[in-house]
């Protein structure tokens, strides 16, 4: 193999290495059966969630994934393979895959990692049951406010009887 070649496969591992250390999470799928439009449709999906996916050799996948210190993936990179990367919400990729695999049976997921863990097929179909952050938040908002909300409901019930009482 020629210098030339074996720079370009370098570059590529290093961008990969890149790409595992700047993400929050990577989900490994084989997309092995699936139809060029639900391909599209999974792009999109995944786009729409923030999430790039990228088909990469099974090869460069493995010396990246050594170099970022996620060597323990190594086992998932058979087939044809494709990694989902998210650099935002660490669940968003569990979540769209689950779903789409649920309703398309040639995706399989095979592992990944999430916040710097190593999960399983397991572990990920758990995330993608969780509520998103945004939801989580809007949960811890509104009981964060009832109590406060209460308070002005008992208030404004004893000014409203005191009202009642000057009336008569």
């Excluded at 994934?65 to 998210?86: C, H, I, M, Q, R």
Aim: no cysteine; glycine share 6%; proline share 3%.
């Amino acid at each position: 193999m020629s210098e030339k070649a074996i720079a370009v496969k370098a570059q590529h591992v290093e961008d990969v290495v890149e790409k595992f250390n700047n993400a929050t999470s990577a989900i490994v799928v084989d997309y092995r059966g699936l139809t060029v439009e639900q391909v599209t449709d999974l792009r999109k999906q995944l786009r729409e969630a923030g999430v790039q996916i990228n088909v990469i050799k099974n090869k460069i996948l493995t010396r990246a994934a050594e170099k970022a210190g996620y060597g323990d993936l190594n086992d998932v990179f058979a087939g044809p393979t494709a990694v989902a990367f998210s650099n935002e919400d660490p669940i968003a990729p569990a979540k769209v895959l689950k779903k789409f695999a649920d309703s398309v049976d040639a995706l399989e997921i095979k592992g990944g990692y999430i916040e710097g863990n190593i999960v399983s097929i397991d572990e990920i179909n758990v995330y993608a049951t969780l509520p998103s952050r945004e939801e989580l938040l809007a949960t811890l908002a509104s009981q964060l406010q009832a109590p406060v909300r209460n308070v002005a409901y008992a208030i404004k019930a004893i000014v409203d009887k005191g009202d009642e009482g000057d009336a008569a």
